[in-house]
């Protein structure tokens, strides 16, 4: 958001209005550990840090069982004692 400002004893600050949109449905701020935001040095434009939401984990449909693990293993590395 901006507003006009005018400085004085008494400042006058205008209406509230948008300045811009940032587009993307999907997008969080990430603001850890660095800002969010800056302006730059010409303190004509703003830099915006976002990163894209991540899709959720996927649903596991399935596990693998392995039964006598240990034994198998034992057969295949032998320890030497």
């Known amino acids: 958001m901006a507003a ?3 400085p004085g004893i008494r400042p006058g600050i205008g209406q509230p209005r948008l300045l811009f949109e940032l587009q ?6 990430a ?16 830099y915006v840090v976002q990163t894209p939401t991540p899709p959720p984990p996927p649903v596991v449909t399935h596990i693998n069982l392995i039964q006598d693990s240990f ?3 034992k057969a295949k590395v032998p320890t030497g004692r």
């Open 31 to 46: 603001c850890v550990p660095v800002r969010c935001y800056d302006v730059a040095p010409d303190g004509q434009r703003f």
């Open 4 to 6: 006009d400002f005018e």
């Open 24 to 29: 993307g449905d999907n997008l969080r701020f």
């Open 71 to 73: 034994e198998e293993l």
